[in-house]
């Protein structure tokens, strides 16, 4: 019995029909010189079961190739060196889920078609001259059945030696696979391989597995899905557990004694159904060729994918293949590898050939291009740059600043026959070279002769100011205005005046009378004079009081003084510029400061420096419609008078920043806050609670200042070109 295989494709059942009328016709008188032949198919109906008896010529040396097909449902088997002596090219069965059979007749070989209702297991078995074939109609494995309808009894192994496993190893494949690969000790080991969870399960039937590939493999560092490998024994056979993590899928495939087990990460696609083997598109397929020519393989492979091979003379020799759930053009490239071939593919057509074979046949071809470019007669045409300039492809053509070429120019896209001349004036290119390169300069000349996209950058520069300044003082004095009768103190006498020497504050004694103001010389005085400070050139206010006694004539005179201001302030300056796709440009206002500078003779010079509001942007618009932005911005102002000359305040931002078309982003910002408080007293006098605010004066300054930095880019909207 031979284990079974599967294949998902789709084969047109009228294509099948046509293919077996015609191979009916031409090979009927071929069906009676072959060795052995179909020579009638019943079917019976055990249970769920269906049972089918294809009665023979003569007893078959092996049980049919065969294999399944998930969509449409039908089990394909081939019988070789066999010939349809049936006299018909279908039969109806419709017993069970099986509806009909199809008989074609190809050469030497039979290819018998169940067609199912849904996809069935089945398995095969020879008794005596028929191939009993038992089609499981409960979903579950097949089992094979005799001509009366009982388990086929397996074929009693002569006991011997058990077969040793020769080798185990683990690769990483280039796409992140994981790739376990087992050396069998001959291709006629069976193998059953199945998942079980994260697990895939690898028994080897009949096999032995010697001390040194008993051991458990971690292989978490090669960054793959499997995280480890055990082998061990299971009686007479060999299990190898496989346990991977994370999203993957498994493929199997065996050539001559070499399997190979592939687990393979899978991306999860949310707007995608279902997933399918990365970098394959095939229906999936399994195979169980033994010692198959390749040829033949290479027809199993045409019959399900729907392609037409055509395979070279030389390619020859047998191969031992096992596929499990493996897309076909995998399974394909596994074939390939295995026999050293490769395809070349045109259409529907595919050409399979030995990779020595293929390659020298190209490069025979090549060598023949260039030999009849070099006698490929030359062109001339002219061509009109619309918006790039002729001089820039100078470097295209290979042409220096003289006007010559350099057929060794690696930058050259001419043929060594090839020239050009370009016009600045007219802004032309005149070449000449064959109708290929012609044809390629066109299609250069169209993908970069286009119009540039402009964008209109606007940037606001938004500086807030807000001060707050608050200043308190105070002027004390004293005057005593006594007279000089009866012994009275304080009064010296002038001529015959009287004047006081207390003390008296600002303008008080005059504006009483009891000083007369004569402009003679006597200066006013004071105990403590601490009055407020003026703010911005602006004099603090004063509040005075006298007090006085009109027996004694003593005055205690009281000047206060303040002075609070509170002023915000705001400045928006918005340079705007437009300019072409990745191309600088600069906006600049201001004023030009001068300053001295020494020479190297030891006299002075007078230079200027720009204190202005500058803007540098460079954009590139992106294919997905952002704008990436370059950008360069100084506001510098007049400073402090120096005796060089002036100072400047300088505020710079360089960034570069990718902003969508339309938008608006802060590049950056400049916070300054200062905070200064300042206090006169008289020592001692100053400290005293509430009576020492009389002898000290006090300031108190609070400034904040913010600069914002804002840029919008704008793509200015494409105008319908016109037609060249």
Known sequence: MTPQAKIRLVLPTGLLRACGALLLALGAGAALAQGNAIESISANQQGANVVLNIAMREAPAKAPIGFSITNPARIALD?????NATGKSGQDINLGDVRSLNLVQAGERTRLVLNLLRP?????????????????????????????????????????????????????????EGRVVVDLPSSQVAVDVRQAGNQIQVDFLRTGLPESLRRRLDVTDFGTPVSRVSTSAQGENVRMTIEAQGAWEQSVY??????????????????????????????????????????????????????????????????????????????????????????????????????????????????QRAQIAELEPLRSEIFQLNYQKAESFRTVFGLDNSGGSSPDNKNRVLSKRGSAIIDPRTNQLFVTDIAS???????????????????????????ANDGFSRNLGAKLGFADLRTL??????????????????????????????????????????????????IGGVPASSLAFSLFSSAANRFLNLELSALEADGKGKIISSPRVVTEDKQIAVIEQGIELPYQVATS??????????????LEVTPQITPDGNVVLEVDVNKDSKGDETRAGFAINTQHVKTKVMVENGGTVVLGGIYQQSERNSENK???????????????????????????????PKIVAERVASAR
């Open 79 to 83: 019988f070789g060196a066999t010939a």
């Open 120 to 176: 069935l297991n089945y398995a095969a078995t020879i008794d005596g001259k028929s191939v009993i074939v038992t089609v499981e109609g409960t979903g579950n494995l097949a089992r094979a059945v005799d001509a009366a309808g009982l388990p086929a009894a397996a074929p009693a192994a002569p006991a011997a030696r058990p077969q040793m496993l020769r080798n185990l190893d683990f690769r990483r494949g280039s796409n992140g």
């Open 254 to 367: 065996q050539s001559d004694t070499q399997l190979v087990v592939d687990v393979r990460p899978v991306k999860e696609d949310p707007n995608r159904l279902g997933q399918g083997t990365q970098g394959y598109r095939g229906e999936k397929l399994s195979f169980n060729f033994q010692s198959v020519d390749v040829r033949a393989a290479l027809q199993a492979i045409a019959d399900i994918s729907g392609l037409n091979i055509i395979t070279s003379d030389s390619v020859t020799g047998n191969l031992t293949l096992r596929l499990k759930d493996v897309p076909w053009d995998q399974a394909l490239d596994v074939i390939l590898q295995a026999k050293g071939l490769d395809m070349r593919k045109n259409g529907t057509v595919l050409w399979i050939a030995p990779k020595e074979e293929l390659l020298t046949k190209e490069k025979l071809e090549l060598e």
């Open 437 to 463: 390169k012609i044809e390629d300069i066109r299609k250069l000349i169209q993908k970069t002769d286009i119009a540039s996209k402009q964008v209109l950058i606007e940037a606001r520069l938004v500086e």
């Open 485 to 534: 009768r009866g012994g009275d103190s304080g009064w010296q006498v002038k001529g015959n005046e009287r004047i006081a020497i207390g003390g008296n504050l600002t303008g008080v004694g005059q504006i009483t009378g009891q000083t007369p103001d004569k402009g003679d010389g006597y200066t006013n005085t004071t105990m403590v004079n601490l009055p407020a400070a003026g």
């Open 601 to 614: 003779s030891g006299a002075t010079s007078i230079q200027f420096k720009k204190a202005n509001l500058r």
């Open 682 to 712: 008289v020592p001692l006098l100053g400290d005293v609670p509430l009576l020492g605010h009389l002898f000290k004066s006090t300031g108190r300054e609070n400034t904040k200042t913010e600069l914002l930095v804002f840029i919008t």
